[in-house]
């Protein structure tokens, strides 16, 4: 494993969706299993994470957070594995990617603790409406075989992860757009390595 990119997480988090961007590229990376509690808010992790929270991930000298970021970042910085379009035609590529960080992920959260906009709100919090949020959902996915078109880029690591969690805990409406292109990237060899290993971290039952 290589020292050089080191990939901090726990497998009951978010850290399943960077796993499988870091299985995408391809690289050599060294993996550290950050405990919940003391260890993820002790000032050795807030040193990589102040907000104590995984994953994050460190490459030389340089360190990312938020999986958003992981995910566009480790495109950028191995372009052989082909996980982002030419800059010039990244414009699909950064809007999805960035909906599915903030419209998509706010309004799913929201939902899943009762907290909905009512009418005054909705101007207010970046996506107006749930049923909205699904429903450009639903028509950005129509376009293509991917969200950013015909090719598979680290937008939709980040965006299936999200809805592949939504329709396995009922936090996301199981419209068949959504569950056709979810069997499509949980196909794919490299989240079938990632959701493996993840699986085998996972602690044995007490």
Not at 18 to 27: F, I, N, S
Request: aromatic share 12%; net charge negative.
């Amino acid at each position: 494993m290589s020292k050089d990119l080191v990939f901090y997480t726990n497998p009951r988090s978010r850290g399943r969706i960077a796993r499988w961007m870091l299985e995408e590229v391809g690289a050599p990376f060294e993996t550290e299993i950050v405990a919940y509690g003391e260890e993820m808010k002790g000032p050795g992790y807030r040193a990589i994470n102040p907000m104590g929270k995984v994953p994050a991930v460190r490459h030389g000298e340089t360190v990312v957070t938020e999986c958003a970021a992981i995910c566009a970042y480790l495109a950028d910085a191995f372009p052989e594995a082909g996980l982002a379009p030419p800059p010039g035609e990244r414009g699909s590529y950064y809007r999805w990617l960035f909906f599915a960080a903030g419209p998509v992920e706010a309004a799913v959260m929201d939902k899943a603790m009762g907290l909905e906009p009512d009418a005054d709100q909705q101007g207010m919090v970046g996506y107006g409406t749930f049923a909205l949020v699904m429903d450009v959902l639903e028509q950005a996915l129509a376009q293509g075989r991917y969200i950013a078109g015909d090719r598979f880029t680290a937008a939709d690591v980040f965006l299936g992860a999200q809805i592949n969690w939504g329709l396995q805990f009922g936090t996301m409406e199981a419209r068949p757009g959504f569950a056709d292109y979810v069997a499509k990237l949980t196909a794919r060899e490299a989240f079938k390595r990632a959701a493996a290993l993840d699986d085998a971290a996972m602690p044995a039952e007490t």
